[in-house]
C-alpha cells in the first residue's frame, strides 16, 4: 500500500488546525497538573542542598506532628551519597500543596557534606574530587573517524583551528515534570506527564516491582518534554509509594526549581577543532577532541563531523565528564547543536580565508542532493546576494547574514492501532501513543479520515494512555514514522469492512467500493457513509493493524539562514528573520509541520542568546532555578519567522521534530560574525560576551 498521491489528499498534507486546540485554548484540556480526585494530596520532595555529601540520619519526627501530612518517605535515596544539589533525600505528601512545602522545612538531616567539582573544567583538573569515588571524572575517550589525518593535515595549504564552548541548557519545558498516582486495591493508575505512557509503565512497574498489568498510565496532554520526559521519574514511583501508605492519590509535580536542578540538560561542551583545505578549496582534514559534561549520568556526546562529512579524513575523540550536577540527559536532537554551531563557523572561517562565498563553500561540500535545493531556497528568501562583508556596517547597529545546516536520521516502526465504526458512523480511533506537543493526535486522526474519505472531524482519536494498542516513546523524531503506518494500515483494514457492508448494495465486489467526501460509491451508485454503517445494527465494526513498510523513511536534511543586528554599544544581539528550510518526506499537515519547525527555531534561537545553567563554584548550586534568571526567549526576542517546506511525499513519512533546533545557533553565531567582523566561540552569545569580542 502507499499514500495517495499529494494532489489527491483531501484532510492529509492540508493546514488542519490541532484537534484538541478549542480544549487548549478554553482552558478545558486536562494536563496532569489538572488532575482533581476526590481526596487527592499533594506531594513534595526535599532535596540535597549540598553538591556532594552523605546522607547520615534523617529526622522526620517533628514532620509526621504537623496536622495535615499523611504519608512520609525517608528512604527514597538509592545510596545515601548525594552527587549534586538538588538530589531527593525525602518525600511527603499533605492535604494541601502549602502544608507539603511547610512540611519540608521540618525534617532534620544531618550531612555529611563532601569535597565537588562544579564545571567541566574543575572537574578536568588533576587532583579534582571525584563525583564517583571509584572512577577518574573523565571517562575513556572514544575514537572515531577515517582516513590518514596526519597526511592530510601535513598536505593542507590553509588551517583553521578554534576551541569553542556550549553551555548547560535545561529543557524548561512549560509543564513540569510529574504525576498523579491513584491506587484501586492493586491497580494502579499513573497520570504522567510523559513523551512515553508505555515507557513509564514499564518503569514504574519495574522499580515498584509489580506485574505490568497492574500499572495503567495516562497522558492526554502535555506542556513539553524535548527529550527529557522520555521514561518514568523516581518522582512517579515515589508517589506512587506515597498514595499507597497514605491510602489516598498523590499529586506530586516538580517545583520549577526542581525541574532545573533533576530532570536532565543539554550538557555543556568543550570542542577543539582543526579543519585543513587546499588552497583550491578542497577540504582535507578535519579533527576534533570534544568533552562534555554528563552531570552524574552519561551521554553527552558532540556530533562532529556535523554534515559536510565527505572529508578524506578525520577524527573525533570525545570523553564525558562527571560533574557533581543534574544529569545531561536526551535534549532534542542530542550533540548536535554542539557540533553544529562549531562545525559551521569552523566552515565559514575557512570559507573567508580561500576567499570563497560561505553558500557556495557549503554547496561544494554538502553531498545531499535535497540540501543543495534548499540552501538555494533559502539563500533567495533571505536575500542572500545583497550580504555585506564582515563588519563593514556603518555606525553601532551593526547587520549581518548567517547560514547553517542540520542533518537527522531516525525513523519508525513498532506502533498498533485500532479503529471501531459503530452504527450511527461515528469512528474511534485508539493507538498507544501521545501528543508531546508535535500535533501527534490531529495527524493520526486526519490518516484515518484520508483513507475513509471523511472530514477530520468524523474521527474521535483517542490517545495517551496504555491500555490503547501499543506504541513506543515519543523520541528521536520517530513518533510520525511509526504511528502514520500503524494508523493508515488499520484504516485501510476498517475500510476494507465497510467496502464488504456496501457492496452487495451497491451490487458490485467489494473491491470496486470506493470512499470519497462521506459517500462509498460503487457501480456508478453511491450511499451515504451513515446509511452503510447503519447496516451494522447492533454491530460494532472493529479493526486492528500496525505498522508496514514502505510508507515512511528516514534521514531529513534542512538548512537555516539568519538575519541579525548587533548593537556595538550594548552588546545586545537582536536576530531579525530567519528563514528555514526544511523537509520531513510526505508532509502530514503542513501547520503542525511549520508550528514544530517554528518551536525549533525559537528554542534554538534561545539556546544561541540567552539559555544557561549557572552554577555558583563555591557551592555548587544553581543560581538561577528559575524563569526570572534562567532566560528563555520571549515574544520580543522572537525573529520574524520563515519556514519553507520542501516536499519529498514520495519517500513517505519522516520526523521533523528534532532538526530544526539545530542550526539555528550555527546560523546566529555565522550572522553575528558577518555583522561586527568578530566570532563568538561561546554560547551564549551574551551582550557581555559581545562586548568582550569587540573590545578583544
Ligand atoms: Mo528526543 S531528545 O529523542 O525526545
Not at 119 to 125: I, R, T
Not at 495 to 504: D, G, H, I, K, Y
Not at 680 to 691: A, K
Request: net charge negative.
Amino acid at each position: 500500500m502507499a499514500w495517495k498521491p499529494l494532489g489527491e489528499m483531501q484532510v492529509l498534507s492540508q493546514r488542519q488546525p490541532r484537534v484538541e486546540a478549542p480544549l487548549k485554548v478554553s482552558g478545558q484540556a486536562k494536563y496532569t497538573y489538572d488532575i482533581q480526585l476526590e481526596g487527592l494530596l499533594y506531594g513534595a520532595l526535599l532535596t540535597c542542598p549540598h553538591p556532594a555529601a552523605l546522607v547520615l540520619r534523617i529526622d522526620d519526627s517533628e514532620v509526621r506532628k504537623l496536622p495535615g501530612v499523611r504519608a512520609v518517605l525517608t528512604d527514597i535515596h538509592p545510596t545515601g551519597t548525594a552527587r549534586y544539589a538538588g538530589e531527593y533525600v525525602a518525600a511527603v505528601a499533605a492535604t494541601t500543596p502549602q502544608l507539603a512545602r511547610d512540611a519540608l522545612e521540618l525534617f532534620e538531616v544531618e550531612y555529611e557534606a563532601r569535597p565537588f567539582v562544579a564545571d567541566l573544567d574543575s572537574a578536568m583538573e588533576d587532583g579534582a574530587p571525584r563525583v564517583f569515588a571509584e572512577r577518574s571524572n573523565i571517562t575513556e575517550a572514544k575514537t572515531s573517524g577515517e582516513g590518514d589525518v596526519e597526511a592530510g593535515f601535513a598536505a593542507a595549504e590553509v588551517i583553521v583551528e578554534a576551541e569553542y564552548r556550549t553551555q548547560v541548557q535545561t529543557h524548561s519545558s512549560l509543564e513540569t515534570h510529574g504525576s498523579v498516582a491513584v491506587w484501586e486495591g492493586d491497580q494502579l493508575t499513573i497520570y504522567d506527564s510523559t513523551q512515553a505512557v508505555n515507557g513509564v509503565r514499564e518503569g514504574v512497574a519495574q522499580a515498584l516491582e509489580i506485574p505490568v498489568n497492574q500499572v495503567r498510565v495516562i497522558c492526554h496532554h502535555m506542556g513539553g518534554g524535548f527529550g527529557s520526559k522520555l521514561w518514568a521519574g523516581r518522582y512517579t514511583a515515589i508517589a506512587a509509594r506515597l498514595a499507597k501508605l497514605a491510602g489516598a492519590p498523590v499529586k506530586l509535580m516538580l517545583s520549577r526549581r526542581d525541574e532545573h536542578l533533576s530532570t536532565g540538560n543539554r550538557p555543556s561542551s568543550k570542542q577543539q577543532l582543526k579543519l585543513g583545505a587546499k588552497r583550491d578549496g578542497s577540504l582535507v582534514a578535519f579533527s576534533a577532541t570534544t568533552w562534555g559534561s554528563a552531570g552524574i549520568a552519561g551521554g553527552a556526546g558532540v556530533a562532529l563531523p556535523y554534515v559536510y562529512r565527505s572529508l578524506p579524513a578525520w577524527k573525533h575523540t570525545h570523553a564525558d565528564v562527571y560533574t557533581n550536577a543534574g544529569e545531561a540527559r536526551p535534549f532534542r536532537a542530542p550533540g548536535s547543536p554542539q557540533g553544529c554551531f562549531s562545525m559551521e563557523q569552523l566552515m565559514d572561517e575557512m570559507a573567508e580565508k580561500l576567499g570563497i562565498d560561505p553558500l557556495e563553500f557549503r554547496l561544494r561540500h554538502d553531498n545531499n542532493p535535497a540540501r543543495q535545493q534548499e540552501w538555494r531556497l533559502g539563500a533567495e528568501r533571505i536575500g542572500w546576494t545583497g550580504r555585506q562583508a564582515p563588519g563593514s556596517g556603518k555606525g553601532p547597529l551593526k547587520r549581518g547574514l548567517g547560514l547553517g545546516a542540520s542533518v537527522w536520521g531516525t525513523g519508525g516502526g513498532g506502533s498498533h492501532a485500532e479503529i471501531k465504526v459503530f452504527a450511527d458512523g461515528t469512528v474511534e480511533l485508539r493507538i498507544g501513543t501521545q501528543d508531546l506537543g508535535t500535533g501527534t493526535r490531529t495527524i493520526v486522526a486526519a490518516i484515518a479520515a484520508e483513507e475513509l474519505g471523511l472530514p477530520l472531524s468524523a474521527i474521535r482519536p483517542l490517545i495517551g494512555d496504555s491500555d490503547y494498542p501499543y506504541s513506543g516513546g515519543s523520541g528521536g523524531s520517530t513518533t510520525a514514522p511509526s504511528v502514520a503506518p500503524a494508523v493508515k494500515n488499520t484504516a485501510e483494514k476498517a475500510r476494507q469492512q465497510v467496502a464488504e457492508l456496501a457492496a452487495p448494495h451497491l451490487g458490485v465486489a467489494a473491491d470496486q467500493v470506493s470512499f470519497s467526501g462521506g459517500r462509498i460509491y460503487g457501480n456508478n451508485q453511491s450511499l451515504t457513509w451513515q446509511e452503510v454503517c447503519g447496516l451494522l445494527g447492533t454491530q460494532v465494526l472493529s479493526a486492528s493493524g500496525q505498522w508496514v513498510e514502505g510508507l515512511s523513511s528516514a534521514g531529513v536534511a534542512g538548512c537555516q539562514f539568519a538575519e541579525v543586528e548587533v548593537d556595538t554599544d550594548t552588546g545586545r544581539i537582536q536576530v531579525l528573520r530567519v528563514v528555514a528550510v526544511a523537509d520531513c518526506g510526505l508532509v502530514l499537515d503542513r501547520l503542525t509541520t511549520e508550528s514544530q519547525i517554528n518551536g525549533g527555531v525559537i528554542q534554538g534561537l534561545s539556546y544561541a542568546l540567552f539559555e544557561e545553567r549557572l552554577l555558583d563554584p563555591t557551592t555548587g548550586t544553581m543560581v538561577n532555578p528559575d524563569f526570572e534568571n534562567y532566560k528563555i526567549a520571549g515574544a520580543l526576542e522572537v525573529p520574524q519567522i520563515e519556514v519553507i517546506l520542501f516536499d519529498e511525499a514520495e519517500r513517505g513519512v519522516i520526523g521533523i521534530g528534532e532538526p530544526p533546533t539545530i542550526p539555528t545557533a550555527a546560523a546566529i553565531a555565522n550572522a553575528v560574525y558577518n555583522a561586527i567582523g568578530v566570532r563568538l566561540r561561546q554560547l551564549p552569545m551574551t551582550p557581555d560576551r559581545v562586548l568582550q569580542a569587540l573590545g578583544a
